[in-house]
C-alpha cells in the first residue's frame, strides 16, 4: 500500500488591516494557493465583511478547497469609520487577540503550519513565532526605496541629516541614503520624518518596525529589479533572503491565466472592501481614445475643503475629460466635496464623478491618458503596469518617496508634492497631456514592458516567486 501523501505545507498570512495592505497580501495568497500551498488568511473582521460581500472576490476564494480566511475583530463596531491612524488606536487589542489565534492556529493537530508570512509593519509576530517554533517571512507592502529609506532613518539622524531644520531646509540633498543620493531632498522624505523631535512615537515606531524585520527569516517586496534597483541592492545586502516578486497584480495575471486543474478561472482580481461603482467604465466607452485624466486619492487620503477647490478649479481649467473618485469619506472636515457652483456646467460637459472605481480597468482602459494619483505604492505600480504618466499629489507616509521616483528617477510623471494650487494642477495635467505627454508616454511605456518581463516566465519577479514557494515547500511544518 502507498504511503498517506504528506498534506501541503500550510501558509498564514497576515496583514495590516488596511485596503493597500490586503489587496497585496491577498494576491500573492491566491498565487501561493494557486501553487497548491494551503492557505489561512487572518482578516479583520471589518475587512472581511466588505470584502466578501462581493460574489466575485467570494467565488474566487471558496473555489481553492485549501483556502480559509480566520477573521478576528480589531476591537471597534462594524460601522464605526476607519481613518488613517485607526491602526494605532486599536493596535494593542488587535496584537492581543492575534497572538492567541497564531497560538492556536500552531498548535491545531490537524493543519500544522510550516511559515507565517506577516505584515512587516507588525514584527511583533516575529518574536511570538519565533517562541512557537515557526518561521516568519515579512512582507512590506511599501516600495522597496521607501523601506530603504526608513531602513536608514538612524543613519540619517547619525550624519545630521534629520531632524529637517523647518521650511527652508525641505530642498536640502539627503546624502545618507545609500544608492538614492541623487534623487531624495528631505521634502521627498517619508513624511514621519517631518519632526523636530526625533523621539516622536510615529517616528520611532517606523525606524523600530523597520529594523526588526531583519529578524525575519526572509523579506517580501511588491517591486522588481528593474524598477527600484539602487534600493533592493541596498536592502539586499542587509536581507541576503529577499524575495522581490512585484508588480503582484501583474504577475497575476500571467500565472492565473495558465490554470491549473483544481484552480479557479482567471480573473480581474480586485480585492475592493469598498462598493464598485462601474458606470464610469460606461463614461470611458464614450470618451476619445486618450482623452481622460483618472483622479484618485486611494482608500484613506482625505482633502481639505481648501484642497478641494483648488483640485475642482485645476481639473476643470485644464480643459481636459477627467474622471475623479470621491470618497464619501474624503472630505477631512465631513460631507461632501461638492462642486463649486460655477463649476457645475463645465464638471458635467466633461467630468464624470464615483465614490470608487474599478481602478486597474480604468487604467488599462484605452480613454485614460493620465493618472492623478497620491501615489499610493499599489496605485503607483497599477499605473507603472498600465504604462501611464502620472501627476502626483503625495499624502502621506511612503507617497512622498514614490512621487520622487516617478518624477524623477523613472522620469514618468510630474511631482505636485506640497503645493495644492490650481495653476500649478492646471499646468501640470496639461503637462502630462499635452506638451510632454509623447515623451511621458514613451518612458511609462517603456516600464510597463519591463514590469511585464518581470513577471512572465524567466523574468525576475516570476522566478523570485518560484524560489519563495520552493523555499516554503522545503521547511518542515
Ligand atoms: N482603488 C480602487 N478603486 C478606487 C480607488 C482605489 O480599486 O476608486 C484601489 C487601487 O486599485 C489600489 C488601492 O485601492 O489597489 C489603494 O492602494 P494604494 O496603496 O494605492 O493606496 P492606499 O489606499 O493604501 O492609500
Redesign the pocket.
Given at each position: 500500500m502507498d504511503p498517506p501523501l504528506a498534506p501541503p505545507p500550510h501558509v498564514i498570512i497576515f496583514p495590516l488591516a488596511?485596503?493597500?495592505?490586503v489587496?497585496s497580501m491577498l494576491k500573492l495568497a491566491e498565487l501561493l494557493a494557486h501553487s497548491g500551498l494551503r492557505i489561512t488568511f487572518i482578516n479583520s473582521e471589518y475587512i472581511h465583511h466588505r470584502l466578501l460581500r462581493h460574489a466575485d472576490i467570494q467565488a474566487r476564494f471558496t473555489a481553492f478547497p485549501d483556502f480559509r480566511f480566520k477573521i478576528i475583530s480589531d476591537g471597534l463596531p462594524l460601522d464605526h469609520p476607519r481613518s488613517s491612524d485607526h491602526f494605532m488606536t486599536t493596535f494593542s487589542y488587535v496584537k492581543s487577540i492575534t497572538m492567541q489565534l497564531l497560538e492556536e492556529l500552531v498548535s491545531a493537530p490537524d493543519r500544522p503550519v510550516t511559515c507565517i508570512i506577516a505584515d512587516g509593519i507588525l514584527t511583533f509576530t516575529i518574536d511570538f513565532a519565533g517562541d512557537l517554533g515557526v518561521p516568519v517571512i515579512a512582507f512590506r507592502?511599501i516600495s522597496a526605496s521607501s523601506f530603504w529609506a526608513y531602513f536608514c532613518i538612524p543613519r540619517m539622524i547619525e550624519s545630521g541629516d534629520l531632524p529637517i531644520k523647518g521650511d527652508e531646509d525641505m530642498d536640502r540633498v539627503v546624502t545618507s541614503v545609500k544608492g538614492m543620493e541623487d534623487i531624495l531632498r528631505c521634502r521627498d522624505l517619508p513624511s514621519f520624518c517631518r519632526v523636530a523631535d526625533l523621539s516622536d512615537w510615529t517616528l520611532q515606531y517606523v525606524t523600530t518596525q523597520t529594523l526588526q524585520t531583519t529578524r525575519a527569516r526572509a523579506l517580501i517586496l511588491n517591486s522588481f529589479d528593474q524598477l527600484e534597483g539602487p534600493a533592493i541592492s541596498q536592502i539586499r545586502t542587509h536581507f541576503p533572503n529577499l524575495y522581490t516578486i512585484g508588480p503582484l497584480h501583474s504577475h497575476h495575471k500571467s500565472r492565473l491565466s495558465s490554470p491549473s486543474p483544481s484552480s479557479p478561472p482567471p480573473s480581474p482580481a480586485?480585492?475592493?472592501i469598498?462598493e464598485?461603482d462601474r458606470s464610469c467604465i460606461s463614461w470611458l466607452d464614450k470618451q476619445p481614445p486618450k482623452s481622460v485624466i483618472y483622479v484618485?486619492?486611494?482608500?484613506?487620503?482625505t482633502l481639505n475643503r481648501h484642497d478641494f477647490t483648488e483640485f475642482w478649479y485645476g481639473l476643470v481649467n485644464s480643459g481636459r475629460r477627467f474622471l475623479w473618485?470621491v470618497?464619501p469619506d474624503s472630505l477631512a472636515e465631513g460631507g461632501s466635496g461638492a462642486v463649486p457652483e460655477e463649476l457645475r456646467e463645465a464638471v458635467a460637459e466633461r467630468g464624470c464623478i464615483?465614490g470608487?472605481?474599478?481602478?486597474?480597468e480604468v487604467l488599462h482602459h484605452g480613454a485614460v491618458a493620465a493618472f492623478l494619483?497620491?501615489s499610493?505604492?499599489?496605485?503607483?505600480l497599477?499605473s507603472v503596469v498600465a504604462g501611464k504618466p502620472m501627476v502626483c499629489w503625495p499624502?502621506f507616509a511612503d507617497?512622498q518617496v514614490n512621487s520622487r521616483l516617478v518624477s524623477h528617477a523613472w522620469k514618468v510623471g510630474l511631482d505636485m508634492k506640497d503645493v495644492c494650487d490650481r495653476e500649478v494642477l492646471e499646468r501640470m495635467v496639461n503637462g502630462v497631456m499635452g506638451e510632454r505627454q509623447e515623451e511621458f508616454a514613451a518612458d511609462a511605456g517603456d516600464l510597463a514592458r519591463r514590469a511585464r518581463e518581470a513577471t512572465s516566465k524567466g523574468g525576475s519577479s516570476w522566478d523570485n516567486l518560484d524560489r519563495l514557494i520552493n523555499d516554503i515547500r522545503s521547511m518542515k511544518p
Open positions: 488596511a485596503q493597500g495592505h489587496n507592502t480586485s480585492n475592493s469598498w464598485v484618485s486619492f486611494g482608500s484613506i487620503t473618485v470618497r464615483v470608487w472605481a474599478p481602478q486597474e494619483t497620491h499610493g505604492w499599489n496605485s503607483t497599477e499624502f507617497q
